[in-house]
Nanobody, 120 residues
Framework: VQLQASGGGLVQTGGSLRLSCAAS????????MAWYRQHPGEQREWVAT???????NLAESVKGRFTISRDNVQKMVYLQMSSLKPDDTAVYYC???????????????WGQGTQVTVSS
């Protein structure tokens, strides 16, 4: 199983970016999908979660600016980021709870990070 994040880059304050994360491999079912971020020198922090049914939850620091969505058929999760601030500069990671077989247990997987840099 692999989670491949993409879409990071350099953007000016107030700009927008859309991150994507594709899940691939032998996957039976994906439950929650989420985005985390890690500022330089700090612990990784949670940003947003979306359930299989589409219910979402976002960190207070990004509410009203970020939107999380997913495509269950394509096994994708997205993070639409708007009104970006320099404090949003971080490495962004996608995360998923999934089962690889019908009889297996749900396990948590991480993707590699994608760098988002917001210039002032």
């Amino acid at each position: 199983v692999q989670l491949q994040a993409s879409g990071g880059g350099l953007v000016q304050t107030g700009g927008s970016l859309r991150l994507s994360c594709a899940a691939s491999g032998s996957i039976f079912r994906i439950d929650n999908m989420a985005w985390y971020r890690q500022h330089p020198g700090e612990q990784r922090e949670w940003v947003a979660t979306i359930t299989r049914g589409g219910s979402t939850n976002l960190a207070e620091s990004v509410k009203g600016r970020f939107t999380i969505s997913r495509d269950n058929v394509q096994k994708m999760v997205y993070l639409q980021m708007s009104s970006l601030k320099p404090d949003d500069t971080a490495v962004y990671y996608c995360n998923a709870d999934l089962k690889t077989t019908t009889w297996g247990t749900v396990r948590n997987y991480w993707g590699q990070g994608t760098q988002v840099t917001v210039s002032s």
